[in-house]
């Protein structure tokens, strides 16, 4: 597996050689790549619409192509079309690892930066796992030269950049602290609200839970604890379950058993968000979502002891939501039929991990990649 992994990459650096000898950079053209969706993001979204607002005379190319087992081959061709397009481009924005972009040498004039797709991280990732179960193998990181070749990475806050500097491996100079625009998107989510009543009008008659859960790469039975104590008859119930759960457990929907329990599958987590009263998650940057807006936020961690083992955690959410954490469905669901919460608990987080909350994230983001294309 090495050598053809060795080989791989050998080719790719001769095929990417010419590729550049017979390129130059454009500096009014703005690449954006991703191989988190099919779709752009979020965040790509706002930056396209502001860019062309505002700076209409730079060119960008948006590259989006979800990677997995499935699609290898299909992804190999489009290295190519990335290799291409990096090579032309004044600024390249990435929001994971993208293979051409750490593992070849790009032109000096060339500025690449890394915005991390969901806001803050509570869960360790990148180098912070290679020795752990979740994590990737050490000597393949190393192979592929795992979140190297950035200049500059996107933070949410000062205390967030603490751990991107361990799971980027990444001094915090290059750490700027700007925000996802997403976190404006979030703040504007009321807008959607109207739209989510009028396909689900029912849940206009009760308080809304809405259940966001990250995933697990290993067996456990929280899903099914949760659905077993969810209190239908007093609340609706949504249930959102992080797509990458399905590749590792594709039959995890046979544990929502109870008719009562919405999915909504064909609005986006944050549109759900707009109408949820209460919200409850685990480990997912989700809870940073509900923060934004201030929204009575719950815990149901279960597996919180396993989930330290198999992952680690950069924050520590038994600590910081202290008496909302809760490792029992049961009693959880009866500290929030008592209707008392402490909203200073949630603000606190807020203020500490998401600093930009003033609406201008995507305006000040992209007035950052303008500067960077007149260096």
């Known amino acids: 597996m090495t050598v053809l992994i060795s080989l791989f990459k050998w080719h790719l650096q001769i095929v990417y050689f010419f590729i550049k000898l017979f390129t130059k950079v454009d500096n009014k053209k703005i690449l954006f790549l991703s191989r988190q969706s099919n779709e752009p993001s979020i965040d790509f979204e706002l930056m396209r619409d502001d860019l062309h607002k505002r700076y209409p005379d730079y060119e960008l190319t948006i590259l989006t192509k979800r990677m997995n087992r499935r699609n290898f081959i299909a992804y190999y061709f489009h290295l190519y079309k990335q290799m291409t397009s990096i090579a032309k481009s004044k600024v390249v924005l990435a929001d994971d690892y993208i293979i051409p972009i750490s593992i070849l040498k790009h032109k000096k004039e060339t500025t690449i930066i890394e915005i991390c797709h969901g806001i803050s991280n509570i869960k360790q990732f990148g180098y912070q796992t290679l020795k752990k179960e979740s994590g990737r193998g050490e000597k393949m990181a190393k192979l592929m030269k795992m979140h190297r070749g950035y200049d500059y990475l996107i933070s949410t806050s000062a205390e967030t950049s603490k751990f991107y500097a361990k799971a980027f491996d990444m001094p915090l100079s290059k750490i700027v602290n700007i925000g996802n625009p997403k976190i404006d998107y979030i703040l504007g989510l009321g807008k959607y609200k109207d739209k989510v009543y009028k396909k689900y009008p029912k849940l206009k008659d009760k308080p809304t839970i809405l259940y966001v859960s990250t995933f697990r790469t290993y067996d456990d039975d929280f899903l099914e604890q949760f659905v077993k104590a969810a209190p239908t008859d007093k609340f609706n119930i949504i249930i959102n ?13 046979k544990y929502i058993t109870n008719d009562e329990i919405y999915r909504c599958r064909d609005f986006s987590t944050q549109e759900l968000l707009s109408v949820a009263d209460i919200c409850i998650t685990d480990y997912s940057s989700f809870i940073f979502e ?21 992952n680690g955690l950069n ?40 600093s930009n909350c003033d609406g201008k994230a995507t305006q000040t983001l992209v007035d950052f990649l303008i500067e960077q294309t007149k260096k």
């Open 241 to 253: 379950i992080h797509p990458t759960a399905y590749d590792y457990h594709p039959d995890i929907d």
């Open 290 to 310: 509900c923060a934004i807006l201030e929204k009575p936020t719950y815990l149901f961690i279960s597996d919180y002891k396993k989930y330290i083992k198999n």
């Open 315 to 354: 924050v520590d959410v038994k600590k910081e939501l202290g008496k909302y954490a809760f490792e029992d469905a049961k009693k959880m669901f009866k500290e929030i039929s008592k209707n008392k919460y402490d909203y200073s608990v949630i603000k606190q987080l807020k203020d500490k991990y998401v």
